[in-house]
């Protein structure tokens, strides 16, 4: 039997050290926008980095979840490794991405549960 994986998105913190390491955690990056500015926040972006988006402007940065493709991609390489993924995510009242993950998973019916 194959190991089940696990996908989240970059809103995601591990407060346990060393937990990437040993626990097969895929992680798709959000999209941090301002102005001309574009971050790929990957989960291990630099703190400093993500601040200096938020502050010094009058207008607030946009953030853009995964897209349904990004999913989409991820899922299609995973299923390779395995036939069951759990997808996890901030509330469908905060961000998207909950509704991209699952329209992703649904091109997987029945090769793979997600």
Do not use: W
Not at 27 to 43: F, S
Not at 52 to 73: H, K, N, R
Request: glycine share 4%; aromatic share 8%; net charge negative.
């Amino acid at each position: 039997m194959a190991p089940i994986r696990i996908v989240t998105d970059s809103t995601v913190r591990f407060t346990t050290r060393g937990f990437l390491e040993r626990y097969p955690v895929s992680i798709v990056p959000l999209t941090i926008q301002r102005e001309k500015t574009t971050l790929i926040e990957t989960g291990k972006s630099d703190p400093k980095e993500i601040e200096s988006i938020f502050t010094g402007y009058d207008v607030l940065p946009v953030a853009e979840p995964p897209s349904q493709e990004t999913f989409a991609q991820l899922y299609s390489k995973l299923r390779n490794e395995t036939d069951q993924i759990i997808s996890i995510h901030t509330s469908s009242l905060i961000t998207p991405a909950v509704e991209n993950a699952y329209a992703a998973s649904q091109r997987f019916l029945g090769r793979c549960d997600i």
